[in-house]
């Protein structure tokens, strides 16, 4: 059974930075693409960040410059840098991954404001 634990998430200000990571476990995830999923209340979940198993990336505009998501095969795990946060970047961050069928983590809360 495939699992992902976020952790990192918290309160800050405008501007500010945060890391989040996204541990796997009963899986390994070297073959496998991963994402970074988000949820502000009242919104649909929306992508932030893939990562493909050679390492590749994309952002959707929203993000593209100030997030980066990065992984570490030997660790399991896949991190999300965030840079310049913003208000509107307030939301339930999920790490999520498909191996067959399609597997979310609990998600953290990150929240920005003065």
């Known amino acids: 059974q495939v699992q992902l634990v976020e952790s990192g998430g918290g309160l800050l200000q405008p501007g500010g930075s945060l890391t989040l990571s996204c541990a796997a476990s009963g899986t390994i995830i070297r073959y496998l693409a991963m994402d970074w999923y988000r949820q502000a209340p009242g919104k649909q979940r929306e992508l932030v960040a893939v990562i493909t198993s050679s390492g590749g990336t994309n952002y959707p505009d929203s993000v593209k410059g100030r997030f980066t998501i990065s992984r570490v095969n030997a660790e399991n795990t896949v991190y999300l840098q965030m840079n310049g946060l913003k208000p509107e970047d307030t939301a339930v961050y999920y790490c999520?991954?498909?191996?067959?069928?399609?597997?979310w983590g609990q998600g953290t809360q990150v929240t920005v404001s003065s």
């Open positions: 999520h991954t498909k191996a067959g069928s399609h597997y």
